[in-house]
């Protein structure tokens, strides 16, 4: 099950607003309630998530904690701005002997399979789970003036924005510990 279109299919993947094809497969009937907020919701969703090599998981952000785990392809990129706005990146898969990674809550994130002739797939847990409500995608011009502070950081917006973001909804609170990084090749 390598070829691209057959995992889709096989796996009832479908397209993501960020790039790429997804499925939720687990949501939590466990309520919880985070700090500060007045809903409950569920405490842990988990969906895979394929990214052909000629796509990309564009700049985004959520609310809550999310832990990706490399099932299989090439390895993938992720990048993502740490608290002192400097961009890191964390390597997923065979070749980085790194197989899954958490991003914290309300950190700037994209990612990119490191061969532009495969794909990678992999799982996504996000705890408390994931709403699209709580699911921001960044704005370019936004996200540069921000963070565009070196000519790396700016780059990196313009490869991983798209022009027209599907979708945009603002997030307040601040990011907490960032992931530790590596060199993605």
């Keep these: 099950m390598r070829d691209k279109q057959t995992i889709i299919e096989t796996l009832g993947l479908q397209p993501h607003p960020e790039g790429g094809f997804y499925k939720e497969t687990y949501r939590s009937d466990i309520a919880v309630k985070r700090l500060g907020d007045e809903h409950n919701k569920s ?23 999310e832990t990706w785990y490399f099932h299989l392809g090439c390895d993938l ?9 400097s961009l890191q990146t964390v390597q997923l898969g065979l070749t ?73 909804v603002f997030l307040d609170g601040a990011s907490g510990n960032q992931p530790d990084s590596s060199t993605c090749l």
């Design 96 to 168: 980085a002997k790194r197989l899954q990674t958490t991003v914290p809550a309300n950190t700037w994130f994209a990612a990119k399979p490191t061969s532009e002739n495969e794909f990678c797939l992999v799982s996504c847990a996000v705890a408390p789970g994931f709403e699209f409500n709580e699911f921001e995608i960044a704005e370019r011009e936004a996200l540069t003036k921000e963070f565009g502070k070196s000519d790396a950081n700016i780059e990196m917006i313009q490869k991983l924005t798209r022009l027209t973001p599907a979708r945009t």
């Design 43 to 65: 405490a842990l969703t988990s969906i895979y998530y394929l990214l052909d090599g000629n796509d990309f998981s564009a700049w985004h952000r959520i609310k809550s904690d």
């Design 77 to 85: 990129c992720i990048y993502f701005f740490d608290e002192h706005e």
